[in-house]
């Protein structure tokens, strides 16, 4: 922590080269977290720790703490907004600190920015969409006549799947996101565990290839929309879609969201779901959205 400001092109050097910043010259060192949030004067806070879908932590308490100080915050961690929109969301009312959190879903793929400023006009009514690349990418090689099993081993080879692919391909990533979509649009309080959820180690290779015989394909989506009677609610499950339906196409690591709107019926926003650089974008973004707001 240094009031004087951090040489950043030394921080990426030491970044780069494996090691740690503790190592740059100056400032005050071996402060926890929390401490550099409370200490540090600064009015911004970006929040990047690992993601917790059970129940936030660290970032939550990261967060809450920025914010019950009125301080701005940029996150890409979705455990916390998953789970604790509502709460974060009125603490940043109460205090002043704006919160944004665009890389949640789709990475640096805009999804919340868009309707801030391109599609402000418009009602969302329903959202659909790609939001885990891991499973896309299993999919879209299943349609080639690969095994589940050999696939996943590739993609975990790769770097694209966790050791423990558990939160990929049973859907809990995609819940999660889910959860932030019903809530974020439509003013839900859901929880990840709140979301129907079925990931794809179930299917088959036969039903892969029946899909496509049929004219299709099989799409891991994640759902948010109202009901009948006007409730959030939220899923995520294998779907069967029609080769006309623009999500059909999305294939590999991409991601892909369409929203239902009352202006302009269907829009698709297509682009790349997770990597460093998308991620330090939508960072980016986030900070640049928060600082015209406050000029």
Known sequence: MDPKGIDLAEAVRLADS?????????????????????????????????????????????????????????????????????????????KGGRLRFEGTVLSGTPVFNLFDGPLSANRVTSIRGIVNGTTNLILSEMERGRSYADVLKEAQRMGYAEADPTMDVEGWDAAAKAAILANHFFGADIKPDDVARKGITGIALEEVAGAIRKGGRIKLLARAW?????????????????????????GGVTNA???????LGEVTIVGPGAGRRATGYALLADMISIARSLA
């Open 18 to 94: 494996g090691k740690g910043i503790e190592r740059i010259n100056g400032g005050k060192k071996g402060l926890g977290a929390l401490e550099t949030i409370r200490e540090s004067g600064a009015n911004f806070v970006v929040e990047v720790t690992w993601t917790n879908i059970k129940d936030g932590e660290p970032g939550y308490s990261h967060i809450r703490a920025a914010l019950e100080m009125g301080k701005h915050v940029a996150t890409t961690n979705k455990g916390p907004i998953a789970l604790h929109y509502r709460e974060l969301m009125k603490i940043s009312s109460e």
């Open 226 to 250: 109202r009901d009948e009677r006007g409730e959030a609610r939220a899923e995520v499950s294998p779907t069967w879609l029609p080769a006309s339906d623009p999500l059909a196409s999305i």
């Open 257 to 263: 969201l369409t929203f239902s709107t009352d202006t």
